[in-house]
């Protein structure tokens, strides 16, 4: 299954901390009240997730175990899936690499 790596590039977004996060929401505001994340943490992979019986939403019983896998992994503090099924976002750990994230999301693919 052919993934593709893009790094998630938005200026101005910041992952809040994981202190920050159990007690908000996934995304901080920064002191200007915009929402925050550090790009070099997050990256997108298209992925085949969509519905056989809708295509034009995203599968959710072939997409929870892929998520909840994914969260379970020590690179991986965040996983996210679009609407439509085709792009999964993946924030890494601070310790994380790039390298390590595509590893992780290509062998649960594959499977």
Same mark, same amino acid.
């Given at each position: 299954?052919?993934?593709?790596?893009?790094?998630?590039?938005?200026?101005?977004?910041?992952?809040?901390?994981?202190?920050?996060?159990?007690?908000?929401?996934?995304?901080?505001?920064?002191?200007?009240?915009?929402? $925050?994340?550090?790009?070099?943490?997050?990256?997108?992979?298209?992925?085949?997730?969509?519905?056989?019986?809708?295509?034009?939403?995203?599968?959710?019983?072939?997409?929870?175990?892929?998520?909840?896998?994914?969260?379970?992994?020590?690179?991986?503090?965040?996983?996210?899936?679009?609407?439509?099924?085709?792009?999964?976002?993946?924030?890494?750990?601070?310790?994380? $690499?790039?390298?390590?994230?595509?590893?992780?999301?290509?062998?649960?693919?594959?499977?």
């Amino acid at each position: 299954m052919k993934t593709i790596l893009t790094t998630f590039a938005i200026g101005g977004l910041r992952l809040c901390s994981a202190t920050a996060r159990a007690q908000c929401c996934p995304l901080a505001s920064g002191d200007d009240g915009k929402p $925050t994340a550090n790009p070099s943490r997050v990256s997108l992979f298209q992925v085949p997730l969509k519905c056989p019986a809708a295509p034009q939403i995203g599968c959710g019983s072939r997409a929870k175990p892929i998520l909840l896998e994914l969260e379970r992994d020590s690179n991986i503090t965040e996983a996210w899936l679009n609407g439509a099924g085709t792009v999964l976002a993946v924030v890494g750990a601070e310790s994380s $690499t790039r390298e390590s994230r595509v590893k992780t999301v290509q062998s649960l693919l594959e499977k």
